[in-house]
């Protein structure tokens, strides 16, 4: 399996909830490391551009609403198949639909707020991690 690198945002509604290192423990015990990490509070211009390509979903404003009502966590995480392992330990969209065991089946409450996100594929893997990072502050280990 190949070394990956993938985004993780702990959204939030999952740091209000005081669940950060439960979450970070999901990622470790599973053979992710974090190799990059920071806390902030986004933007509106922030969260619009990292969400750019679901500017016409319908969901789209109140996606932004949530991601900036407080602050998010959000690392790079680094290991061998790490954007669908991440995805795995991440579970469904809806929390209600996902398996049990999955971050958002244990910790999320809904659709909106649904504890994290997970980069989906290489490419946009490559540009959420250029939007929080720059490579002088990732530490592969
Ligand atoms: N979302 C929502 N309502 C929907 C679909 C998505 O609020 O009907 C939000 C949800 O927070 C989700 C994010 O939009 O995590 C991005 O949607 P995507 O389909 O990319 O889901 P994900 O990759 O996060 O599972």
Same mark, same amino acid.
């Given at each position: *399996? ?6 993780? =945002? ?21 053979g992710l490391k974090i190799i990059a990490a920071r806390m902030l509070h986004l933007s509106q211009a922030d969260a619009? %551009? ?16 949530? *991601?900036?009502? %407080? ?11 790490? =954007?669908? &392992?991440?995805?795995?330990? *991440?579970?469904?969209?809806?929390? &209600? &639909?996902?398996? &049990? %065991? ?15 996100? %997970? ?9 959420? =991690? ?7 502050? =990732?530490?592969?280990?």
């Open positions: *399996m190949p070394v990956e690198r993938t985004l993780s =945002i702990i959204k939030p509604d999952a740091v209000a909830k005081n669940i950060i290192g439960k979450i970070y423990s999901r990622f470790e015990d599973n619009e %551009g990292f969400y750019a390509v679901h500017r016409s979903r319908p969901f789209f404003n109140d996606l932004v609403k949530f *991601m900036i009502s %407080g602050p998010v966590v959000v690392q790079v995480l680094e290991g061998e198949d790490a =954007i669908k &392992k991440n995805r795995d330990l *991440m579970g469904a969209t809806d929390p &209600k &639909k996902a398996e &049990k %065991g999955t971050i958002r089946a244990d910790f999320a409450d809904s659709i909106d707020a649904n504890a994290v996100h %997970g980069s989906d594929a290489i490419e946009t893997a490559a540009v959420e =991690i250029a939007y929080f990072f720059p490579s002088l502050n =990732i530490y592969s280990r």
